[in-house]
T-cell receptor
Framework: NAGVTQTPKFRVLKTGQSMTLLCAQD?????MYWYRQDPGMGLRLIHY???????AKGEVPDGYNVSRLKKQNFLLGLESAAPSQTSVYFC???????????FGSGTRLTVV | AQTVTQSQPEMSVQEAETVTLSCTYD???????LFWYKQPPSRQMILVIR??????QNATENRFSVNFQKAAKSFSLKISDSQLGDAAMYFC?????????????FGKGTKLTVNP
C-alpha cells in the first residue's frame, strides 16, 4: 500500500531556480493538499484541490503554483525560489467524509 | 476562520508517568472533527486519535485519550504510561464538516520529551 508518495525527498535549490514537487496518491481520494512546515509555525496550508482540474489557495499561497491534471497527482511548483521558501513540504490526501488525512513523508527543500 | 492554539511549546514527562497536552480552538460551527497527530523525528505525520464534535464520549486509543470540552472549545490529549517512543512533536488539528471546507487547521505543536 503506497498511500501518498512525494518526490523528491530532499532538494537544494539556488535562489531564482524553479522546481516542481510531485505528490501521487493511490487511494482514489478526491481532496489533496500541500502544506509547509516551519519551526514554531506548525503546518500551514499552501494550496489544495477538491477534485481533478480544481485548485484553491490556502493560507500561504504566494510564490507557489499548483496543478491537478489527474485525480491521483497534485503538483506544487516554485517558479523562482527564494530563501524564505526553505521548509519541509507535506502533501496529503483525503476523501469526503473521511476522518483524517493521509500524509506523504515530506520533502525537505533548502534554498540558498 | 477557525484557529487552533497549543499553549505549550514544550513538555517533558518521566517514563511510565502521565502527561496532558493542551489544545484550544475557535469556531462558530457546531459539528466538526478534532485530531491529534504525532510527528516523530522520522518526520512522518501519524494520526493518534480523533473526535467528532457531536459525540459526547471522549475518544480513547490504548494509552491515548482526550478530554473534549465542547463548550470550552478545549481538546486535550492525555498520554498514560509514557514510553520513550512517545517522544515527538504533537499537533492538534481541526477539520470542518462543511462541504468545500475540508482543510485541516493545525496548531503550532508541542514538543514532548520523555525522560528515562
Amino acid at each position: 500500500n503506497a498511500g501518498v508518495t512525494q518526490t523528491p525527498k530532499f532538494r537544494v535549490l539556488k535562489t531564482g531556480q524553479s522546481m516542481t514537487l510531485l505528490c501521487a496518491q493511490d487511494m482514489n481520494h478526491e481532496y489533496m493538499y500541500w502544506y509547509r512546515q516551519d519551526p514554531g509555525m506548525g503546518l500551514r496550508l499552501i494550496h489544495y484541490s477538491v477534485g481533478e482540474g480544481t485548485t484553491a489557495k490556502g493560507e500561504v499561497p504566494d510564490g507557489y503554483n499548483v496543478s491537478r491534471l489527474k485525480k491521483q497527482n497534485f503538483l506544487l511548483g516554485l517558479e523562482s525560489a527564494a530563501p524564505s521558501q526553505t521548509s519541509v513540504y507535506f502533501c496529503a490526501s483525503s476523501s469526503w467524509g473521511d476522518y483524517g488525512y493521509t500524509f506523504g513523508s515530506g520533502t525537505r527543500l533548502t534554498v540558498v | 476562520a477557525q484557529t487552533v492554539t497549543q499553549s505549550q511549546p514544550e513538555m517533558s514527562v518521566q517514563e511510565a508517568e502521565t502527561v496532558t497536552l493542551s489544545c484550544t480552538y475557535d469556531t462558530s460551527e457546531s459539528d466538526y472533527y478534532l485530531f491529534w497527530y504525532k510527528q516523530p523525528p522520522s518526520r512522518q505525520m501519524i494520526l493518534v486519535i480523533r473526535q467528532e464534535a457531536y459525540k459526547q464520549q471522549n475518544a480513547t486509543e490504548n494509552r491515548f485519550s482526550v478530554n473534549f470540552q465542547k463548550a470550552a472549545k478545549s481538546f486535550s490529549l492525555k498520554i498514560s504510561d509514557s514510553q520513550l517512543g512517545d517522544a515527538a512533536m504533537y499537533f492538534c488539528a481541526y477539520r470542518s464538516k462543511q462541504g468545500g471546507s475540508e482543510k485541516l487547521v493545525f496548531g503550532k505543536g508541542t514538543k514532548l520529551t520523555v525522560n528515562p
